[in-house]
């Protein structure tokens, strides 16, 4: 079955939400560096205001 | 630090305030939207620096300053999390908008009323708001009062500064209603950001070595701050899960932030109102966080996290003028906040709470009543500050869980035609009832949060009480088949 727009926005934004549970508690909690979570959750909070971004762009008044 | 030097800052601050707020009065219409609303006619740039102004409280330097202090990283994820939830806002957004300017709604109450052919889900969803939102003013006006009386050794009571606190809030409000708040909050905000990325540079840069120092000195010394664990540390991932449920859909569901989505003058400026506050929002949480585990590095033995920042503030890390700069940024959040949510209450309790009363009061009543309204909110949230009640907090820690009941159907508005009254008023009333009581008992059923069991509840009610009940199938049809058309015409997913 082929997704509509709003799905695939949809889908894309929960598996990078989902993303910023499972990395930092799951690959990077033996990773006690600025380098791990603390790096991850800033790149994910970027890559969100992208996407966010993205999402306004084809916006007309 | 010298209690003149407070009062002069303090000074400024009200009287440049104060005049901005008349400037941003001239001129100004009458009626219920202009009073509320600006008259729908926000740029983006204002729009962006009032949202922001609004969102972030006091919470940020002091009490997110404090949990990354004492609980480490994941305080920055919960933040980031928020920040995430924005999505909401790009999504709901413009279906606000568009609805708000073809039906004319003032508050999100009102939007929920229409859409589900009832005038007591506006009333219940304008009480519930009121319920939750006074107490969290109360606390963050409590907030202000001790950080003020902290600073000045006293000299400033908690009386005194809770006083200059509710008044400030109140004469912003007031002056100009939504202009005058969009305006003074637009400068609050440029103090709150300036006042703490340049307290955070010289505190990194003169004390820490920059932030290589900082960042070595906190895995040598507290490598236990830079992970989550998911079973252990106050950041566990039940917790985690538990705190950022209701976070992530804190801008829809909390209403003073959700009006904001009716004022922008186009889809345009709201755009700009988004993307400005997203990267408002990712540097003040960076700085905040940073801010807090500077604090632990340099005073690593505080007993209290929440004084992280006042002990920062109040050493020889940060210039006296800088501290000065930075108690007025702080005191403009928590203010900027206050008053927006007095107007957004007042507004609620004019259209949703008095109009469902007397459907045929007309508008300059309304507009009275509200008027009337707003003082008597701030007294109320003085009240409650000055009491000091234990119940007070618990009731504005609840107030994130509280109102995520509302989420389900503010879904259903857009997104079900078979939402029903019946649905909207189950939810909210029930599974609010059950979310206070599992915080005002501490419960955890399963081991989950009470933000968890608001969601999974709220939607369960919506959904089983309102397939057991008949749609209000000819205004859905209105409401859906107009947005449909017009979110095509602006070319909005």
Redesign the interface.
Known sequence: MALGPAAKVALWFSLLLLSAYIVPYGFLSDVPSMAGSFLYWSLFALAIILFILRLMSSWRD | MQALWIYLALGIYIVVGTLLAFWAGRGMGRGVPEYFLANRTLGGIVSALTYSATTYSAFMMVGLAGLMYSGG?GA??FE??Y??G??LA??FG?RFWLAGKRFGYISPAELLADRYDSRWVGFVVAAASCLFLIPYSAVQLMGISYLLEGLSGGAISYTGGLVVAVLLALLWASIAGLRSVAWTDSLQALIMILASVLTLLVVVYGSLGGFGGL?SA??NQY??L?????KEGFFN?KA??GLTIPWFFFCISNPQVSQRLFMPA???A??RM??GF??FG?VY??VSVLWGLSARVLFPGLDNPDMATPTLLASDAVPAVLALVVMVGITAAAISTIDSILLTLSSMVARDIFRALRPRANEESELRVGKVVLPLIAALAFLFAHLKLGLISILSVAASAGLLVMVPAIFGAFFWRRGTAAGALASIVIAGAATTYLQFTGLKPLGMWPGFWALVLSTLLFVVVSLLTRPPTAKAALFLGYLSDALK?????
């Open positions: 990283v920055f994820g980031i999390i920040l995430s924005l999505v790009a999504f413009p960042f906190l895995e490598p236990e830079l992970t989550v664990k998911p991932l985690f899960i186009s889809l345009t709201m755009r988004i993307g997203l990267a990712f949480t960076l015409k602006h070319r909005v997913l």
